[in-house]
């Protein structure tokens, strides 16, 4: 497949965590967080998605997650500012807050909870879309949502100008397909699953937006650009090295295994924000072990 339209980059995006301190946001860790993915040579930055605890953060956390992260970038990686929900007006509000901040691209997830019908989705997709300037990646996460995008709504949506991607967490690679059958060169796809990255890639996906690349940046850009660039033995290899990575990372809901790793790693306090907690004993001390195996931590 051939993508006609620009997408907001190729290859492996981090979604960030959203390191806290006192009940704030930590900008110093973040900051920390934001080079290393950089100079590690991460493709680009998920800024207040899910796994940076959105449903959490207020709208001005929203803003100044989105304009610090734009500006510590300074142009070096796109910046994608995670603006879904399940109130379209505040979607759209929080969409146009981004823009303004000054981000490269916005990553919104399918209205949960509300579970809406084909013409609701639509309508809500299109309602940021008409209202903002920067391209659109579509975030299909059924699993957390309750609601996977019927393949006559990916159509639709495909035919406006500014939703250009889709990240596909279904964890259905034939669903993938699917979606890129269906929409020609009118919508790219990237991996929304850590452990499908190259199948994704196998039939036209253009990289991940990734949970595991906030521990693993290098590696998980190098995945990518393996297969990109036709070395499809070296990046099936790396998909196989880190599945045990990537299952622990998910022994709980995101995002906590991934916070409590980047935590042991000393990037950031281990503070999540209630509803979350920090992970169970037992699920820890896997994490860590599988850490040390890895030669992650010591």
């Known amino acids: 497949m051939s993508n006609k339209k620009a997408v907001p980059f190729v290859g492996a995006g981090t979604a960030l965590i959203t390191p806290f301190k006192d009940g704030r946001v930590d900008f110093e860790a973040f900051a920390k967080i934001i080079d290393f993915q950089i100079e590690s040579g991460i493709d680009a930055l998920i800024v207040a998605g899910t796994t940076g605890e959105s449903a959490t953060l207020t709208v001005d956390e929203h803003a100044d997650l989105t304009r610090f992260c734009v500006e510590r970038a300074a142009g070096r990686v796109p910046v994608i500012a995670g603006t879904g929900g ?38 809500n997709f299109l309602a940021v879309a008409d209202r903002t300037d920067k391209p659109i990646i579509l975030y299909n996460v059924p699993s957390r949502t309750g609601v996977n995008i019927p393949i006559s709504v990916y159509r639709t949506l495909a035919e406006h100008e500014r939703i250009v991607a889709v990240k596909e967490a279904s964890g259905n690679i034939s669903y993938a397909l699917r979606i890129l059958d269906a929409c020609s060169d009118k919508l790219a796809i990237y991996s929304g699953n850590d452990d499908m990255i190259v199948p994704q890639m196998s039939i036209g996906g253009k990289g991940v937006i990734s949970v595991m690349s906030n521990i693993i940046p290098a590696e998980t850009h190098e995945m990518c650009k393996a297969f990109a660039t036709g070395d499809i033995e070296k990046a099936r290899k790396l998909q196989l090295k880190y599945s045990r990575l990537i299952e622990a990372l998910f022994c709980e809901l995101n995002p906590v295994p991934i916070k409590a790793a980047m935590v042991a790693k000393g990037f950031c306090n281990e503070e999540y924000r209630l509803p979350l907690c920090p992970p169970e004993n037992a699920s820890r001390q896997m994490l860590i072990s599988i850490l040390r195996e890895y030669g992650l931590v010591e």
Do not use: H, M, W
């Open 86 to 123: 399940n109130c379209t007006e505040r979607v759209v509000s929080l969409s146009k807050q981004a823009c303004e901040c000054g981000c490269d691209g916005l990553l919104i997830v399918t209205p949960f909870y509300n579970k809406a019908t084909e013409q609701g989705l639509i309508k």
